[in-house]
């Protein structure tokens, strides 16, 4: 009998034949169902059809018809079409249910914190307006799979997230997505509480082991996107020479990730920040390439794997990130961008986005996610408002 398969492949769906059905050359039930009706004789001088085979002929291309439109509808499901019914369902599927629509682009929250802030929001949302045909999927770790996260919900950049169609958020269970990889005797053996960053190194292992899992696009959670990246399998050059691990695409089970998780055991170090982020991804992108300077806006490119220009991601470098938060009297196009890291790690939610400020953030804001934007004036207008008190 066929059954329907997940291939990892960029691709999608294939039908494959099960081992019972691979000796010899008989077909499976569906393929004579179906060439029996395909194949009907239609001879100039066959005998009138009684009553009762025309009967059972209109049966047979009924039963045909019903077949047919039923592996129309499974395929789109998986189609881009999908997302347009999910609003309804969106809250009864699994993690697991929509990784394997494939594509997904995926964010961490590795705090405990519940309510995602405005750079989040905006993150988030700016990725799920440009990537309208893709799973967009906020994992956090302070969810249980007791958290109700409906439209009512307390927490104001749920309801707003959750009402855009292709956005999911789940809890993120670190033991789960290190299954069936080299993180998780790593995981078991950790302790967390003794770590100096375990809010970093556990970031870093699960974006990994997703992203290897499942295959995408990884973000951090202060990436705004502004257009579709093009390439599949790449990494991020924060400067020449230098892999980021804050952005990376790989299809599903792409063996240089699994070397990355195997490099991330053998040399971990906990105590060391990023380690087991960027400093991982250069030292395994260097096991395969000979890394050079960046000349113009040229990408590199070894062993299948893109290493992007430095101005895809990164055009204002971190040592200079406080100018996301300056007036500009001329703002720059980021015409050769795909995204803009905001450097939150160097800010430390100091500097924020302000309604009216003029800075650069604030117009990427409007421009990339009017509707965290709108959020922002909203809140901005409440805490003006005077107190009865007053």
């Known amino acids: 009998m066929l059954q329907t398969v997940w291939v990892s492949s960029p691709g999608s769906w294939a039908l494959q034949e099960s081992n019972s059905h691979r000796r010899g050359k008989k077909r499976c039930w569906k393929c004579r169902f179906v060439k029996t009706i395909i194949q009907h004789p239609c001879r100039r001088h066959a005998p009138r059809r009684s009553r009762k085979e025309r009967m059972l002929r209109k049966i047979q291309i009924c039963l045909c018809f019903c077949f047919v439109s039923g592996i129309l509808y499974e395929i789109s499901l998986l189609s881009s079409s999908v997302f347009s019914y999910l609003p309804v369902a969106q809250h009864y599927l699994t993690p697991e249910q929509v990784l394997n629509l494939g594509k997904s682009i995926i964010f961490l929250e590795t705090t405990e914190r519940l309510e995602p802030p405005p750079l989040v929001s905006c993150s988030v949302e700016s990725a799920a307006r440009i990537y309208q045909d893709r799973p967009i ?20 950049a749920f309801s707003l ?25 790593w995981y078991n053996q950790v302790v967390p ?21 499942y295959g995408g696009i990884y973000m951090d959670t202060d990436v705004i996107s502004i257009r579709p990246i093009p390439q599949q399998s790449f990494l991020a050059a924060q400067k020449s020479r230098f892999s980021s691990n804050g952005i990376f695409g790989f299809p599903a089970r792409h063996k240089f990730l699994w070397d990355c998780m195997e490099n991330f055991v053998l040399k971990y170090n906990g105590n060391i920040w990023g380690n087991q ?16 300077d960046f000349q113009g ?17 990164y055009p204002i470098p971190y040592p200079a990130w406080g100018r996301y938060y300056q007036v500009w009297d001329k703002s720059p196009s980021f015409n050769h961008s795909y995204a803009l890291h905001l450097w939150n790690f160097m800010n430390r939610n100091r500097k924020v986005v302000e309604a009216g400020s003029n800075t650069l953030a604030e117009k990427l804001y409007k421009t990339y996610c009017p509707t965290t934007y709108e959020d922002l004036i909203q809140n901005a207008k409440h805490r003006d408002l005077p107190s009865p008190e007053d």
Request: aromatic fraction near 10%.
């Open 137 to 156: 999927i906020l994992f956090m770790r302070g969810l249980t799979n007791e958290t109700a996260l409906d439209m009512n919900t307390s927490y104001a």
């Open 277 to 292: 982020g960027p400093f991982l991804m250069t030292r395994m992108l260097k096991t395969l390439c000979n890394l050079t």
């Open 193 to 213: 509480e003794q770590e100096k960053n375990w809010v970093h190194v556990s970031s870093d292992a699960s974006r990994l082991a997703l992203i290897w899992k």
């Open 161 to 185: 997230l959750s009402s855009m169609k292709n956005v999911f958020i789940f809890p993120l269970q670190m033991e789960t997505v290190f299954q069936e990889t080299p993180l998780l005797q």
């Open 297 to 313: 806006t040229e990408d590199h490119s070894c062993q299948n794997i893109s290493f992007l220009n430095p101005q895809r991601f």
